[in-house]
């Protein structure tokens, strides 16, 4: 079975425009995240603390997943994307070399509830063309409990009493999972899923016997993980991927594995003549 290790719990602030948020990020979580760099939460029924969204910003070198619990939000980037995701959809895209994107809430009142994931990439990936995949709710794989919760499964593949249940996304180097996971009172579910690769369960609403909402906890490898939840019955997500064994060198919306290179991204994206070629789609590498 899985060991937990550490419990973290998520810290609330405001990132784009005023949007208030609970994250899990930092240097300090870089490794234990590893190959996630972060996770936020966005969860509010009041429109001040979400109508302001993140307006147009740039992003290289890792992957961003935006996935919908309730309410709507509307993505545009500069490959001339654009999508709405409402409940249970999910977006991925992969900035690599450089993206352009804005993610703004399609909605002025009512609850708001969703999470961001960024996941690294390695370095030779890092440079890659950006991309972007969208898939909606019907597209999650599903599996009924037999206690009455749900499993669904974004991406990688897991085992539920033994039966198998795969993600829509492609297989990528990094072999991530990602599971959605409601637990009704005090039940139970046994997971096996990359058995060599660490795991974090997030937990965003109930409990399960080790971690309270809001927090995380960080498992070791093993063949399975078993959750139980309590009284209360437990929401949580489950992320796992093959750890990067890279130098990560962050500045705000920029990973990478040097200084030099986040230096560069910033000339990069202060440069008009490099934002006019990306917003172009002419640029796939620097």
Partial sequence: MRELTQV?????????DGVKIHRLAGRQLHQALNPFLMIDEIN????TDYVGGFPEHPHRGFETISYMKAGRMRHRDHLGNEGVI???????M???AGVLHSEMPEQDQGLL?????????????KMKPAAY??????????QQLPGGGLVRVVAGEVVIDQQSLRGPLPEISTQPVFLDIQLEPNESVELDFNIENPAVVYVY???TDSIMSRQMGLYAGGRALQLNARESGAALLVLSGRPIEEPIVQYGPFVMNT??????????FQNPQFLRELASGTVLRT
């Fill in 259 to 268: 200084r030099e290179e986040i230096e560069q991204a910033i000339t990069d």
């Fill in 133 to 142: 995949q969208e898939f909606v709710n019907a597209d999650i794989a599903e």
């Fill in 44 to 47: 509010s029924d009041t429109a």
């Fill in 8 to 16: 973290v719990s998520a810290q609330p602030t405001q990132d784009g």
């Fill in 86 to 92: 409402g409940a249970g959809d999910v977006q991925w």
């Fill in 113 to 125: 509830h969703g999470f961001q994931i960024w996941l690294n990439l390695p370095t030779a990936e």
């Fill in 94 to 96: 992969t900035a690599g």
């Fill in 205 to 207: 609403k109930g409990a």
